[in-house]
């Protein structure tokens, strides 16, 4: 099983996700999950798999049990994005290109991005999670949107900042993100953990 939600219209040189980054077949692998609000820009998550797979699936699982499908101008919305794409690479170059960007700078900074490198939310390690609120706070207030990662969804003391990178972002936007970062942590108080 793979989930797909940092990687599809992400990695690959189309943005088709783990099968193109790696090269694989379409039936490589059994199950993948992943969301649509991301890369799509819509609402709601998928499985995908064999038919029988999500045949079981459908009536054993408990959350699938109870849950419906997305609504048709959802799916719409998605499949148009799919498509879009499919016409048109050039967004997801630009994204990649300006993922590179940002973790080349981060990493000039000596930030600690978690490992990531490759997909559109870059964490910055911060520790605490009031720390992590607290910068998350004082960005918005330099017109920085960051939201913070914190306990349960991340190891207690391991909150981080999920950077969001597009393809439309400048380069002069991400060193003034960073920047901002690096400046509301130091009026803060607040040591970053270094790469």
Same mark, same amino acid.
């Given at each position: 099983?793979?989930?797909?939600?940092?990687?599809?219209?992400?990695?690959?040189?189309?943005?088709?996700?783990?099968?193109?980054?790696?090269?694989?077949?379409?039936?490589?692998?059994?199950?993948?999950?992943?969301?649509?609000?991301?890369?799509?820009?819509?609402?709601?998550?998928? !499985? $995908? =798999?064999?038919? +029988?797979? *999500?045949?079981? &699936?459908?009536?054993?699982?408990?959350?699938?049990?109870?849950?419906? %499908?997305?609504?048709?101008?959802?799916?719409?919305?998605?499949?148009?994005?799919?498509?879009?794409?499919?016409?048109?690479?050039?967004?997801?170059?630009?994204?990649?290109?300006?993922?590179?960007?940002?973790?080349?700078?981060?990493?000039?900074?000596?930030?600690?991005?978690? !490992? $990531? =490198?490759?997909? +559109?939310? *870059?964490?910055? &390690?911060?520790?605490?999670?009031?720390?992590?609120?607290?910068?998350? %706070?004082?960005?918005?207030?330099?017109?920085?949107?960051?939201?913070?990662?914190?306990?349960?969804?991340?190891?207690?003391?391991?909150?981080?900042?999920?950077?969001?990178?597009?393809?439309?972002?400048?380069?002069?936007?991400?060193?003034?993100?960073?920047?901002?970062?690096?400046? $509301?942590?130091?009026? +803060?108080? *607040?040591?970053?953990?270094?790469?």
């Amino acid at each position: 099983m793979v989930d797909e939600a940092h990687s599809a219209c992400v990695i690959g040189k189309n943005g088709g996700g783990v099968d193109e980054y790696f090269g694989l077949e379409p039936d490589d692998i059994d199950i993948k999950m992943g969301t649509l609000s991301k890369g799509l820009g819509t609402c709601g998550g998928y !499985l $995908a =798999g064999s038919a +029988a797979m *999500i045949e079981y &699936l459908r009536y054993n699982v408990p959350g699938f049990v109870f849950s419906v %499908g997305i609504s048709p101008p959802v799916a719409a919305a998605a499949l148009a994005a799919v498509r879009l794409l499919r016409a048109d690479p050039s967004p997801v170059a630009a994204l990649q290109r300006n993922i590179a960007y940002f973790v080349k700078k981060a990493r000039e900074a000596n930030l600690n991005i978690c !490992l $990531a =490198g490759e997909t +559109a939310i *870059i964490p910055i &390690l911060v520790g605490g999670d009031t720390e992590a609120f607290r910068l998350s %706070g004082m960005l918005l207030e330099r017109g920085v949107s960051v939201p913070p990662a914190v306990y349960p969804a991340v190891p207690m003391g391991k909150s981080r900042m999920r950077f969001c990178v597009t393809s439309d972002h400048k380069p002069e936007q991400i060193d003034f993100a960073i920047e901002q970062l690096l400046e $509301a942590a130091k009026e +803060a108080g *607040i040591e970053l953990p270094e790469a």
